[in-house]
């Protein structure tokens, strides 16, 4: 077995998220052992450059050129960090497994603009300040190969949850939601998985707006509120939930403009703060469960997990959408829901080392299997990309 961190920095911006793990063998045979996990919190200054550089109306290529490397040097001090806490030198691992920080992402193309994807972070730096082999980029091929990009989670989901007796549905919540959905005693070929349209993203942005306060402790703020059922089903009638999987979506639908324009509404209809957020919890929630009417069979159990598997009023609302299916969260399966994210990253870090395909077409709609991420040689003296 060998030492790994898997690195993951999502659209919520919450943190850069390191996990320790041993792992071993690749595929079917995979087993690992999660020695630790941390979540770092990104300075205000480099997640203010993050959102700038998010929006099209304040990015520009020095910006981005400048963030790359600095993001670079933030990831390495994620991995710097959890190894020395456990007392094991950087140089010590098999590998960092590094998603990087999207930027952008155009699943789809639309003239003049092709299909691409955009994730900073320099490997090179993470490489030489660790002195380990760094596995980054895992988007890329996928899209070369005719896919989304997105989600790529659903491989892992595959390998983890797979269940002979229940279609189980794996929901994150992150700044953006997505489900894998793996059928009862199904294959590869049978998982379905997609982005669902928003998480945390709203309803952070809205607490952080009229509260100063990063995110909606335990849904407190939602559960103080009343749905506006007028708002809410003018949200659900956008044009993306009507769409059918292969689907992603990110900040360029559900950010911060969309946040401003729902502000501005408020103010004219006089809706609470409160109010608001509710409707916003509300409105994740009811598009997670409306995406399970793309699915031809029964789901028995939906595991969520990320940030918003701790939002109480999210998980009551999820419920009442769905309430003859049952609503766990990964705790009940002896996982972290903060941590997962950065598991699978680990863990396809781990099949790129073995160049085993971990795409799932049906997921992103790819023409073939391939082989994710690019492989960066780290060290003092070496800092080649293969």
């Known amino acids: ?77 994620a991995v710097k960090k959890i190894c020395h806490k456990n007392q094991i030198s ?17 699943p789809k193309a639309s003239a003049p603009y092709v299909a691409s994807t955009l994730q900073l972070g320099e490997p090179s730096i993470i490489a030489y300040e660790c002195g380990t082999k760094v596995v980054s980029g895992f988007r890329g091929m996928d899209m070369a190969a005719g896919g989304e990009g997105a989600p790529l989670v659903p491989y892992v989901d595959s390998l983890l949850f797979r269940d002979a007796e229940k279609t189980v549905a794996l929901h994150n919540v992150g700044g953006i939601a997505n489900t894998t959905v793996l059928k009862k005693d199904g294959t590869l070929d049978d998982v379905m998985a997609f982005d669902t349209g ?18 909606d402790r335990d849904g407190q703020h939602a559960k103080r509120g009343s749905v506006d059922r007028t708002l809410l089903e003018e949200w659900i009638s956008m044009p993306f939930f009507k769409q059918t999987g292969p689907k992603s979506t990110g900040r360029e639908m559900f950010g911060d403009a969309f946040v401003k324009s729902i502000i501005e509404e408020s103010k004219f209809r006089k809706i609470t703060a409160d109010d608001l957020i509710a409707t916003a919890t509300a409105f994740t929630a009811k598009s997670m469960a409306l995406a399970y009417g793309e699915v031809p069979y029964k789901i028995d159990e939906i595991i969520v997990c990320g940030g918003g598997a ?27 829901s903060f941590a997962k994210e950065a598991l699978a990253f680990a863990i396809l870090g781990n099949e790129r080392i073995h160049n085993i395909p971990a795409n799932v077409k049906s997921a992103t709609g790819a023409k073939s299997y391939v082989v994710l991420g690019t492989i960066t040689e780290g060290g003092a003296h070496v800092c080649k990309t293969v």
Do not use: W
Not at 90 to 106: C, F, M, P, R
Not at 200 to 206: E, G, P, R, S, Y
Not at 323 to 334: D, H, I, K, S
């Open 198 to 215: 928003p998480g945390n993203m709203i309803i952070d942005a809205l607490c952080l707006h009229f509260y100063d306060e990063a995110y």
């Open 310 to 336: 701790y939002n109480k009023t999210l998980l009551q609302y999820l419920r009442e959408e769905m309430p003859q299916t049952a609503v766990v969260t990964l705790e009940a399966r002896g996982y972290s």
């Open 90 to 106: 950087t140089e010590s691992l098999a590998y960092v497994a590094s998603h990087g920080q999207t930027l952008y992402h155009l």
């Open 1 to 77: 077995m060998g030492l790994a961190v898997g690195l993951m920095s999502g659209t919520s911006l919450d943190g850069v998220d390191a996990i320790l793990v041993e792992i071993s063998g690749c595929g079917n045979q995979t087993m690992f052992e999660v020695i630790d996990f941390e979540c770092y919190e990104l300075e205000a200054s480099v997640k203010q450059k993050i959102k700038e550089n998010m929006d099209i109306e304040t990015s520009n290529v020095m910006s981005l050129c400048s963030l790359n490397f600095e993001l670079g040097h933030v990831f390495a001090e």
